[in-house]
Protein backbone atom coordinates (compact mmCIF):
# COMPACT_ATOMS: atom_id res chain seq x y z
CA UNK A 1 0.00 0.00 0.00
CA UNK A 2 1.36 3.62 -1.12
CA UNK A 3 0.71 6.46 -0.86
CA UNK A 4 1.84 9.68 -3.09
CA UNK A 5 1.66 13.79 -3.41
CA UNK A 6 1.22 15.38 -6.65
CA UNK A 7 -0.26 18.56 -5.79
CA UNK A 8 -0.94 21.01 -2.69
CA UNK A 9 2.68 20.05 -1.34
CA UNK A 10 4.17 23.00 0.75
CA UNK A 11 1.30 25.17 -1.16
CA UNK A 12 -2.12 25.96 -1.15
CA UNK A 13 -3.62 24.86 -4.42
CA UNK A 14 -3.13 21.89 -6.89
CA UNK A 15 -4.91 19.20 -4.62
CA UNK A 16 -4.04 15.41 -5.90
CA UNK A 17 -3.14 12.29 -3.80
CA UNK A 18 -2.57 9.12 -4.81
CA UNK A 19 -3.50 5.88 -3.24
CA UNK A 20 -2.15 2.67 -4.49
CA UNK A 21 -3.66 -0.93 -2.70
CA UNK A 22 -4.23 -4.43 -4.07
CA UNK A 23 -3.47 -3.76 -8.02
CA UNK A 24 -5.59 -0.40 -8.09
CA UNK A 25 -5.04 2.90 -8.35
CA UNK A 26 -6.94 5.53 -6.57
CA UNK A 27 -6.82 9.75 -7.07
CA UNK A 28 -8.15 11.88 -4.33
CA UNK A 29 -8.93 14.79 -5.92
CA UNK A 30 -7.04 16.77 -8.80
CA UNK A 31 -7.11 20.29 -8.52
CA UNK A 32 -5.80 23.59 -10.94
CA UNK A 33 -2.74 25.27 -9.34
CA UNK A 34 -3.64 28.75 -8.75
CA UNK A 35 -1.68 32.67 -8.39
CA UNK A 36 0.66 33.66 -10.71
CA UNK A 37 2.19 32.87 -13.63
CA UNK A 38 5.09 30.64 -11.96
CA UNK A 39 2.56 28.63 -10.26
CA UNK A 40 0.07 28.36 -12.64
CA UNK A 41 2.76 26.81 -15.19
CA UNK A 42 3.12 23.99 -12.72
CA UNK A 43 -0.75 22.62 -14.24
CA UNK A 44 0.62 22.03 -18.05
CA UNK A 45 3.92 19.51 -16.03
CA UNK A 46 3.53 16.03 -16.05
CA UNK A 47 1.17 14.59 -13.02
CA UNK A 48 3.88 12.02 -11.54
CA UNK A 49 1.57 8.85 -12.43
CA UNK A 50 0.47 7.96 -15.65
CA UNK A 51 -3.28 9.10 -16.14
CA UNK A 52 -4.48 5.78 -18.04
CA UNK A 53 -3.63 3.72 -15.54
CA UNK A 54 -5.37 5.66 -12.91
CA UNK A 55 -8.78 3.66 -12.46
CA UNK A 56 -10.94 6.03 -10.01
CA UNK A 57 -10.55 9.55 -8.90
CA UNK A 58 -12.63 10.38 -5.01
CA UNK A 59 -13.49 14.05 -5.26
CA UNK A 60 -14.12 15.63 -2.08
CA UNK A 61 -15.42 18.77 -3.68
CA UNK A 62 -15.74 21.12 -6.55
CA UNK A 63 -13.79 24.19 -5.87
CA UNK A 64 -11.35 24.75 -8.76
CA UNK A 65 -8.04 23.51 -6.66
CA UNK A 66 -9.48 20.24 -6.19
CA UNK A 67 -10.95 19.74 -9.59
CA UNK A 68 -9.48 21.87 -11.80
CA UNK A 69 -7.39 19.11 -13.80
CA UNK A 70 -9.78 16.49 -14.19
CA UNK A 71 -10.74 17.34 -18.08
CA UNK A 72 -6.62 17.37 -18.15
CA UNK A 73 -6.42 14.33 -16.54
CA UNK A 74 -8.80 13.03 -18.96
CA UNK A 75 -6.95 14.31 -22.22
CA UNK A 76 -3.97 12.00 -21.09
CA UNK A 77 -5.40 9.23 -20.71
CA UNK A 78 -7.43 8.54 -17.74
CA UNK A 79 -10.96 6.42 -18.52
CA UNK A 80 -11.70 5.07 -15.23
CA UNK A 81 -14.65 6.47 -12.58
CA UNK A 82 -14.78 9.71 -11.24
CA UNK A 83 -16.71 9.39 -7.27
CA UNK A 84 -18.21 12.54 -5.66
CA UNK A 85 -21.27 13.54 -4.00
CA UNK A 86 -24.19 14.28 -5.94
CA UNK A 87 -24.06 18.22 -4.95
CA UNK A 88 -20.21 18.27 -5.86
CA UNK A 89 -21.11 17.10 -9.16
CA UNK A 90 -23.24 19.44 -10.34
CA UNK A 91 -20.82 22.05 -9.08
CA UNK A 92 -17.71 20.56 -10.19
CA UNK A 93 -19.41 20.64 -13.67
CA UNK A 94 -20.07 24.51 -13.53
CA UNK A 95 -16.48 25.48 -12.21
CA UNK A 96 -15.05 23.06 -14.77
CA UNK A 97 -16.85 24.48 -17.88
CA UNK A 98 -15.65 28.12 -16.14
CA UNK A 99 -12.38 27.29 -15.82
CA UNK A 100 -12.02 25.67 -19.45
CA UNK A 101 -13.87 29.16 -20.44
CA UNK A 102 -10.99 31.08 -19.22
CA UNK A 103 -8.35 28.89 -20.30
CA UNK A 104 -9.69 29.31 -23.96
CA UNK A 105 -9.78 32.93 -24.00
CA UNK A 106 -6.58 33.13 -22.65
CA UNK A 107 -4.59 31.19 -25.23
CA UNK A 108 -6.88 33.22 -27.89
CA UNK A 109 -5.28 36.35 -26.36
CA UNK A 110 -1.91 34.60 -26.51
CA UNK A 111 -2.42 33.80 -29.85
CA UNK A 112 -3.16 37.04 -30.86
CA UNK A 113 -0.15 38.93 -29.07
CA UNK A 114 2.02 36.12 -31.28
CA UNK A 115 0.45 36.65 -34.30
CA UNK A 116 1.56 40.43 -33.88
CA UNK A 117 5.28 39.57 -33.29
CA UNK A 118 4.97 37.28 -36.52
CA UNK A 119 5.32 33.94 -33.32
CA UNK A 120 2.08 32.22 -34.35
CA UNK A 121 3.85 29.08 -33.97
CA UNK A 122 4.99 29.48 -30.69
CA UNK A 123 2.16 30.50 -28.82
CA UNK A 124 0.70 27.75 -26.34
CA UNK A 125 -2.85 26.55 -26.63
CA UNK A 126 -5.21 26.20 -23.30
CA UNK A 127 -4.84 23.52 -21.29
CA UNK A 128 -8.02 22.27 -21.75
CA UNK A 129 -10.94 23.14 -23.77
CA UNK A 130 -14.84 23.38 -23.34
CA UNK A 131 -14.50 20.52 -24.89
CA UNK A 132 -12.86 18.73 -22.78
CA UNK A 133 -14.65 19.58 -19.84
CA UNK A 134 -17.77 18.09 -21.05
CA UNK A 135 -16.07 14.82 -22.09
CA UNK A 136 -15.39 15.16 -18.23
CA UNK A 137 -18.85 14.68 -17.07
CA UNK A 138 -19.21 11.19 -18.88
CA UNK A 139 -16.60 10.12 -16.09
CA UNK A 140 -18.57 10.59 -13.23
CA UNK A 141 -19.70 7.25 -12.13
CA UNK A 142 -21.54 6.70 -8.68
CA UNK A 143 -22.58 9.12 -6.26
CA UNK A 144 -21.94 9.15 -2.73
CA UNK A 145 -23.74 9.57 0.17
CA UNK A 146 -23.14 10.92 3.40
CA UNK A 147 -21.65 8.18 6.25
CA UNK A 148 -22.24 5.36 3.33
CA UNK A 149 -19.35 2.93 2.77
CA UNK A 150 -18.97 2.54 -0.71
CA UNK A 151 -16.94 -0.25 -2.47
CA UNK A 152 -14.74 1.42 -4.81
CA UNK A 153 -12.65 -1.72 -6.25
CA UNK A 154 -11.44 -4.96 -4.37
CA UNK A 155 -9.57 -4.32 -0.82
CA UNK A 156 -10.60 -0.21 -1.29
CA UNK A 157 -13.63 1.32 0.64
CA UNK A 158 -14.06 4.90 1.04
CA UNK A 159 -17.05 6.67 3.58
CA UNK A 160 -17.32 10.17 2.36
CA UNK A 161 -17.95 12.26 5.45
CA UNK A 162 -19.60 15.89 5.55
CA UNK A 163 -16.52 18.12 5.48
CA UNK A 164 -18.48 21.14 6.21
CA UNK A 165 -16.57 23.77 3.93
CA UNK A 166 -19.02 24.19 0.91
CA UNK A 167 -22.20 22.31 -0.23
CA UNK A 168 -21.64 18.99 -0.91
CA UNK A 169 -17.95 18.52 0.45
CA UNK A 170 -16.51 15.90 1.97
CA UNK A 171 -13.61 14.32 4.24
CA UNK A 172 -12.76 10.68 2.64
CA UNK A 173 -12.00 7.91 5.28
CA UNK A 174 -10.49 4.95 2.90
CA UNK A 175 -10.08 1.79 4.52
CA UNK A 176 -7.60 -0.03 2.42
CA UNK A 177 -6.68 -4.33 2.60
CA UNK A 178 -3.66 -5.69 0.74
CA UNK A 179 -2.45 -9.41 1.69
CA UNK A 180 -3.85 -9.80 4.70
CA UNK A 181 -2.98 -6.01 6.07
CA UNK A 182 -5.78 -3.39 7.04
CA UNK A 183 -5.17 0.01 6.82
CA UNK A 184 -7.22 3.22 7.62
CA UNK A 185 -6.41 6.47 5.95
CA UNK A 186 -8.30 9.73 6.57
CA UNK A 187 -8.17 12.37 4.06
CA UNK A 188 -9.50 15.97 5.42
CA UNK A 189 -10.66 17.73 2.16
CA UNK A 190 -11.05 21.20 2.92
CA UNK A 191 -12.56 21.33 6.63
CA UNK A 192 -15.07 23.89 7.05
CA UNK A 193 -15.48 26.63 9.99
CA UNK A 194 -17.91 25.86 12.03
CA UNK A 195 -20.72 28.01 13.18
CA UNK A 196 -22.17 28.87 9.96
CA UNK A 197 -25.82 29.00 9.39
CA UNK A 198 -26.05 27.55 5.82
CA UNK A 199 -23.79 24.48 6.36
CA UNK A 200 -23.93 21.62 9.21
CA UNK A 201 -20.47 21.36 11.04
CA UNK A 202 -17.59 18.86 9.90
CA UNK A 203 -18.32 15.67 10.94
CA UNK A 204 -16.13 14.12 13.65
CA UNK A 205 -13.34 12.45 12.55
CA UNK A 206 -13.19 8.63 13.16
CA UNK A 207 -9.83 7.10 14.26
CA UNK A 208 -7.57 6.40 11.19
CA UNK A 209 -3.78 5.25 11.25
CA UNK A 210 -2.87 8.06 8.74
CA UNK A 211 -4.09 11.35 8.23
CA UNK A 212 -4.04 14.25 5.15
CA UNK A 213 -5.00 17.14 6.47
CA UNK A 214 -5.31 20.38 5.10
CA UNK A 215 -3.52 23.53 6.57
CA UNK A 216 -5.02 26.55 5.06
CA UNK A 217 -5.48 28.27 8.09
CA UNK A 218 -2.93 26.05 10.49
CA UNK A 219 -0.96 29.31 11.92
CA UNK A 220 -4.29 31.35 12.54
CA UNK A 221 -7.46 31.68 14.85
CA UNK A 222 -10.55 33.65 12.86
CA UNK A 223 -12.56 36.37 13.82
CA UNK A 224 -15.98 34.97 15.38
CA UNK A 225 -18.93 34.99 12.46
CA UNK A 226 -21.88 37.39 14.40
CA UNK A 227 -19.58 40.51 14.61
CA UNK A 228 -18.72 39.90 10.80
CA UNK A 229 -22.59 39.87 10.04
CA UNK A 230 -23.07 42.89 12.46
CA UNK A 231 -20.31 44.85 10.31
CA UNK A 232 -21.83 43.72 7.30
CA UNK A 233 -25.51 45.28 7.89
CA UNK A 234 -23.57 48.28 9.46
CA UNK A 235 -21.35 48.80 6.00
CA UNK A 236 -24.98 48.86 4.18
CA UNK A 237 -27.29 51.01 6.35
CA UNK A 238 -24.53 53.51 6.31
CA UNK A 239 -23.75 53.86 2.59
CA UNK A 240 -27.40 53.90 1.50
CA UNK A 241 -27.59 56.80 4.64
CA UNK A 242 -25.17 58.93 2.33
CA UNK A 243 -26.89 57.83 -0.82
CA UNK A 244 -25.06 55.58 -2.54
CA UNK A 245 -24.14 51.66 -3.71
CA UNK A 246 -22.42 48.79 -2.07
CA UNK A 247 -20.01 46.74 -4.43
CA UNK A 248 -19.06 43.16 -2.84
CA UNK A 249 -16.76 41.77 -4.91
CA UNK A 250 -17.64 38.08 -4.12
CA UNK A 251 -16.68 34.33 -5.27
CA UNK A 252 -19.15 32.56 -7.21
CA UNK A 253 -19.35 29.50 -5.08
CA UNK A 254 -20.70 29.46 -1.35
CA UNK A 255 -19.60 32.83 -0.30
CA UNK A 256 -22.37 34.34 -2.76
CA UNK A 257 -24.88 32.42 -1.33
CA UNK A 258 -23.78 33.02 2.25
CA UNK A 259 -24.50 36.99 1.76
CA UNK A 260 -27.45 36.31 -0.05
CA UNK A 261 -28.74 34.33 3.13
CA UNK A 262 -27.23 36.96 5.54
CA UNK A 263 -28.83 40.00 3.31
CA UNK A 264 -32.12 38.04 3.59
CA UNK A 265 -31.95 37.94 7.21
CA UNK A 266 -30.86 41.51 7.81
CA UNK A 267 -34.12 42.28 6.18
CA UNK A 268 -36.30 39.91 8.22
CA UNK A 269 -34.19 41.30 11.29
CA UNK A 270 -35.25 44.78 10.05
CA UNK A 271 -31.59 45.57 9.98
CA UNK A 272 -31.53 46.50 6.65
CA UNK A 273 -34.14 48.12 4.78
CA UNK A 274 -37.08 46.28 2.86
CA UNK A 275 -36.50 49.02 -0.49
CA UNK A 276 -32.96 47.34 -0.71
CA UNK A 277 -31.85 46.60 -4.32
CA UNK A 278 -30.03 43.07 -4.75
CA UNK A 279 -28.06 42.35 -7.68
CA UNK A 280 -26.11 39.03 -7.96
CA UNK A 281 -24.45 39.95 -11.55
CA UNK A 282 -22.74 36.77 -12.42
CA UNK A 283 -23.77 33.78 -14.54
CA UNK A 284 -21.67 31.47 -12.66
CA UNK A 285 -23.08 32.87 -8.83
CA UNK A 286 -26.64 32.74 -10.41
CA UNK A 287 -26.13 28.72 -11.57
CA UNK A 288 -24.52 28.07 -8.51
CA UNK A 289 -27.32 29.16 -6.62
CA UNK A 290 -30.29 27.46 -8.67
CA UNK A 291 -27.59 24.28 -7.63
CA UNK A 292 -27.71 25.13 -3.75
CA UNK A 293 -31.69 25.39 -3.94
CA UNK A 294 -31.47 21.95 -5.33
CA UNK A 295 -30.04 20.16 -2.36
CA UNK A 296 -31.46 21.42 1.07
CA UNK A 297 -31.10 18.17 2.54
CA UNK A 298 -27.73 19.20 2.60
CA UNK A 299 -28.22 22.05 5.24
CA UNK A 300 -28.01 22.85 8.75
CA UNK A 301 -31.01 21.81 10.32
CA UNK A 302 -32.41 25.58 10.57
CA UNK A 303 -31.95 26.29 7.30
CA UNK A 304 -33.16 22.79 5.71
CA UNK A 305 -36.58 23.98 7.64
CA UNK A 306 -36.48 26.97 5.90
CA UNK A 307 -36.72 25.53 2.72
CA UNK A 308 -39.25 22.83 3.68
CA UNK A 309 -41.77 25.30 4.85
CA UNK A 310 -41.37 27.16 1.45
CA UNK A 311 -39.21 30.11 2.02
CA UNK A 312 -35.63 30.03 0.00
CA UNK A 313 -33.80 31.58 2.50
CA UNK A 314 -31.07 33.17 -0.63
CA UNK A 315 -34.07 34.87 -2.28
CA UNK A 316 -34.87 38.39 -1.05
CA UNK A 317 -37.21 40.84 -2.31
CA UNK A 318 -35.60 42.81 -4.49
CA UNK A 319 -32.89 40.80 -5.64
CA UNK A 320 -32.19 40.52 -9.30
CA UNK A 321 -30.24 37.99 -11.21
CA UNK A 322 -28.65 39.65 -13.98
CA UNK A 323 -26.99 37.01 -16.39
CA UNK A 324 -27.10 39.12 -19.36
CA UNK A 325 -24.04 41.10 -20.45
CA UNK A 326 -27.21 44.27 -21.33
CA UNK A 327 -28.84 44.01 -18.16
CA UNK A 328 -25.33 44.51 -16.03
CA UNK A 329 -24.43 47.37 -18.15
CA UNK A 330 -28.27 48.88 -17.34
CA UNK A 331 -26.92 48.38 -13.24
CA UNK A 332 -24.40 51.45 -14.22
CA UNK A 333 -27.31 53.65 -13.70
CA UNK A 334 -28.60 53.10 -10.78
CA UNK A 335 -26.87 55.87 -7.73
CA UNK A 336 -27.86 55.00 -4.77
CA UNK A 337 -29.76 52.14 -2.43
CA UNK A 338 -28.13 48.91 -4.34
CA UNK A 339 -26.22 45.81 -3.41
CA UNK A 340 -24.35 44.99 -6.27
CA UNK A 341 -22.27 41.37 -5.92
CA UNK A 342 -20.15 40.36 -8.79
CA UNK A 343 -16.94 38.83 -9.59
CA UNK A 344 -14.37 38.05 -9.34
CA UNK A 345 -13.58 38.18 -5.65
CA UNK A 346 -10.15 39.36 -6.13
CA UNK A 347 -11.19 42.24 -8.83
CA UNK A 348 -8.81 40.12 -11.19
CA UNK A 349 -11.15 40.07 -14.04
CA UNK A 350 -15.26 40.14 -14.89
CA UNK A 351 -18.01 42.42 -13.86
CA UNK A 352 -16.94 43.86 -10.67
CA UNK A 353 -14.28 45.87 -12.62
CA UNK A 354 -17.05 47.42 -14.15
CA UNK A 355 -19.12 48.32 -10.82
CA UNK A 356 -15.75 49.24 -9.04
CA UNK A 357 -15.26 51.86 -12.17
CA UNK A 358 -18.63 53.21 -11.94
CA UNK A 359 -18.51 53.34 -8.21
CA UNK A 360 -15.46 53.98 -6.72
CA UNK A 361 -14.72 57.74 -7.10
CA UNK A 362 -18.07 58.38 -5.44
CA UNK A 363 -17.34 58.87 -1.95
CA UNK A 364 -21.20 58.41 -1.15
CA UNK A 365 -20.31 53.88 -1.70
CA UNK A 366 -18.78 51.45 -0.49
CA UNK A 367 -16.51 48.83 -1.30
CA UNK A 368 -16.40 45.58 0.81
CA UNK A 369 -14.07 43.01 0.84
CA UNK A 370 -15.38 39.78 2.17
CA UNK A 371 -12.95 36.88 1.13
CA UNK A 372 -9.35 36.56 0.95
CA UNK A 373 -7.28 39.27 -1.81
CA UNK A 374 -3.48 38.20 -2.97
CA UNK A 375 -0.74 40.32 -3.29
CA UNK A 376 -0.69 42.48 -6.31
CA UNK A 377 -4.52 41.43 -7.16
CA UNK A 378 -6.77 44.89 -7.46
CA UNK A 379 -8.63 43.90 -4.20
CA UNK A 380 -5.35 44.02 -2.70
CA UNK A 381 -3.97 47.55 -3.88
CA UNK A 382 -7.66 48.82 -2.58
CA UNK A 383 -7.69 46.96 0.50
CA UNK A 384 -3.98 48.58 1.54
CA UNK A 385 -4.96 51.99 0.69
CA UNK A 386 -4.29 52.97 -2.88
CA UNK A 387 -5.40 56.35 -3.84
CA UNK A 388 -6.38 55.44 -7.17
CA UNK A 389 -6.39 52.78 -8.90
CA UNK A 390 -6.30 51.78 -13.16
CA UNK A 391 -9.55 49.97 -14.21
CA UNK A 392 -9.70 49.29 -17.89
CA UNK A 393 -6.81 51.71 -18.58
CA UNK A 394 -8.26 54.61 -16.96
CA UNK A 395 -6.88 55.91 -13.65
CA UNK A 396 -9.63 55.55 -10.90
CA UNK A 397 -9.71 57.82 -7.71
CA UNK A 398 -10.61 55.91 -4.72
CA UNK A 399 -13.17 57.74 -2.75
CA UNK A 400 -15.67 55.53 -1.58
CA UNK A 401 -15.55 53.84 1.94
CA UNK A 402 -13.86 50.65 1.71
CA UNK A 403 -14.53 47.88 4.61
CA UNK A 404 -12.63 44.44 4.83
CA UNK A 405 -14.65 41.78 6.79
CA UNK A 406 -12.40 38.92 7.87
CA UNK A 407 -15.12 36.98 9.68
CA UNK A 408 -16.58 34.75 6.90
CA UNK A 409 -14.20 31.87 6.19
CA UNK A 410 -15.04 28.84 5.36
CA UNK A 411 -12.34 27.01 6.12
CA UNK A 412 -11.07 25.73 9.91
CA UNK A 413 -8.87 27.55 12.16
CA UNK A 414 -5.62 26.28 13.73
CA UNK A 415 -8.06 25.71 17.06
CA UNK A 416 -10.89 23.62 14.57
CA UNK A 417 -7.65 21.62 12.97
CA UNK A 418 -6.38 20.92 16.17
CA UNK A 419 -9.75 19.01 17.65
CA UNK A 420 -10.89 17.56 14.46
CA UNK A 421 -7.18 15.86 14.01
CA UNK A 422 -7.33 14.54 18.01
CA UNK A 423 -10.27 12.90 17.04
CA UNK A 424 -9.05 10.66 14.46
CA UNK A 425 -5.82 10.33 16.72
CA UNK A 426 -3.88 8.84 14.03
CA UNK A 427 -0.56 7.44 14.27
CA UNK A 428 0.85 8.95 11.28
CA UNK A 429 0.17 12.98 9.89
CA UNK A 430 0.52 14.25 5.95
CA UNK A 431 0.26 17.80 5.94
CA UNK A 432 -1.20 19.60 2.71
CA UNK A 433 -2.82 22.48 1.12
CA UNK A 434 -1.06 25.34 3.10
CA UNK A 435 1.56 27.51 2.90
CA UNK A 436 5.15 26.21 5.15
CA UNK A 437 5.24 28.43 7.83
CA UNK A 438 1.20 27.68 8.56
CA UNK A 439 2.21 23.66 8.75
CA UNK A 440 5.43 24.64 10.64
CA UNK A 441 2.78 26.23 13.54
CA UNK A 442 0.54 23.75 13.36
CA UNK A 443 3.23 20.68 13.61
CA UNK A 444 4.16 20.90 17.35
CA UNK A 445 0.72 21.03 18.53
CA UNK A 446 -0.67 17.65 16.56
CA UNK A 447 0.48 15.18 19.83
CA UNK A 448 1.35 11.91 19.96
CA UNK A 449 2.07 11.41 15.68
CA UNK A 450 4.34 10.83 13.49
CA UNK A 451 4.59 14.47 10.91
CA UNK A 452 5.33 14.70 7.34
CA UNK A 453 5.07 17.28 4.72
CA UNK A 454 5.57 15.68 1.62
CA UNK A 455 7.44 17.50 -1.22
CA UNK A 456 5.98 17.08 -4.81
CA UNK A 457 5.85 13.79 -6.27
CA UNK A 458 7.21 12.09 -2.67
CA UNK A 459 6.03 8.54 -1.82
CA UNK A 460 5.39 7.11 1.45
CA UNK A 461 4.73 3.18 1.95
CA UNK A 462 1.73 3.01 4.24
ZN1 LIG B 1 -12.12 24.38 -0.89
Redesign the pocket.
Given at each position: MKLSFHGADRGVTGSCHLVECAGRRVLIDCGLYQGGREIEEENSAPFGFEPAQIDHVLLT?A?L??CGRLPLLLKRGFRGEIVSTAPTRELARLVMLDAAHLQEEEARHRARWAARRGKENEALGPLYSILDALNTQDAFGRSAAYGEALQVAPGIRATFLDAG??LG?ASILLELEEGGEKRRVLFSG?LGNAGRPLLRNPAPAPHADAVVMETTYGDRLHKPLPPSVEELYQAVADTFERGGNVIIPTFALERAQELLFYLHAGIEQRRISRSIQVFLDSPMAISATAIFERYPAFYEARTAELFRAGRDPFHLPGLHFTRETAESVAINRIVAGAVIMAGSGMCTGGRVRHHLKHNLAREHCSVVFVGFAAQGTLARHIIDGAKSVRIYGEEIAVRARIYTINGFS?HADQAELLAWHAQSAPARTFLVHGDEDAMRAIAPRLGNTRVEMPSLNQQFEL
Open positions: HHDHHISDA
